[in-house]
């Protein structure tokens, strides 16, 4: 059986990402095929647009939002997008504030939403995510759990697997990008802050960070930083403006996105559609390793 790469619109669109190295072209987003996961043998899905779940990882109860609109269809491999709140936020919140759940229904992708556990962070507890320890992190179980689940449950698309996340989420987001970079092809963090763990990804990760300049909890300097260090760890070496800073010419045809405006703590209204277009830009090709990230012992 052969399964589908669902397109709805301007979904998967054809663009030439970039250019590798000396002269050696990457396919475009559209030509890269689907991954499709196990669940893609099942006849029939569950739909909804706020189903509340709950997994166990190593004995804890993990709450998570799940959002499955009528778009996703049986046998035709969507991508799965997962997006963590802010500290001492929620599932529901995030849920609510970024709006990927009109553009899943729009263009027929799998949202999840987890929910984080008290966390110590600025003088205070809330709900969020270990961001300064990648040994036996218990968010980092959290996501390999959901990852093998939802492929399992629904037709996954392995090659257009994205995070994204504010402000703590986005902190994560960086994390999950430096480690599991054979899971996840792209990722987008907005409102965070600088690398939290020594960043080793298996292969170069296509990135797109968004960031106030009038920021009061995490200075833009932070932001800066961490679009640097994945300049670097990209090897890139071209930049272009337009509305966004673009680093490109970069190893496995990736590119760095920065965007920065006038704003605050706050996730801004055009994010989410640049954020989804980015992604839909950047799948994981066929040929780029995945072994496993290889990551050194943190720096905390």
Request: aromatic fraction near 10%.
């Amino acid at each position: 059986m052969q399964y589908a790469s669902r397109s709805s619109g301007a979904a998967f669109v054809a663009i030439v990402i970039a250019i590798v190295g000396a002269g050696k072209a990457v396919a475009s987003a559209a030509t890269v095929p689907a991954r499709p996961s196990a669940g893609c043998t099942a006849a029939a899905i569950e739909h909804g647009r706020a189903l509340q779940r709950t997994i166990d990882v190593n004995g804890t109860p993990r709450a998570y939002i799940l959002d499955v609109p009528e778009s996703v269809q049986p046998q035709h491999a969507a991508p799965l997008l997962f997006d963590f709140h802010g500290f001492g936020h929620s599932a529901n919140g995030v849920w609510q504030v970024s709006k990927f759940k009109d553009l899943a229904a729009r263009d027929g992708f799998i949202t999840v939403y987890p929910d984080g556990l008290p966390v110590h962070l600025m003088g205070h507890d809330g709900a969020g995510w270990e961001i300064f320890s990648t040994d036996g992190n218990r968010d980092l179980a959290l996501v390999k759990r959901l990852l093998d689940t939802l492929e399992r449950t629904y037709c996954i698309d392995r090659a257009r697997v994205f995070s994204t996340g504010f402000s703590n989420g986005a902190f994560f987001s960086n994390i999950l990008g430096c480690t599991m970079a054979d899971r996840f092809a792209a990722i987008a963090p907005v409102s965070g802050g600088t690398l939290t763990v020594a960043c080793h990804p298996s292969r170069a990760v296509p990135v797109l960070i968004h960031h106030g300049r009038k920021d009061e909890r995490i200075p833009v300097d932070q932001a800066r930083q961490t679009r640097d260090a994945w300049v670097a760890t990209d090897g890139c070496h071209a930049h272009t403006s337009d509305t966004c800073d673009w680093y490109r010419g970069c190893r496995d045809g990736v590119e760095v996105g920065y965007c920065e405006d006038d704003g605050t703590h706050y996730w801004p209204l055009p994010a989410t559609e640049r954020i989804w277009t980015f992604f839909k830009q950047h799948p994981m090709a066929a040929g780029q390793p995945t072994a496993g990230a290889q990551h050194a012992a943190p720096p905390y």
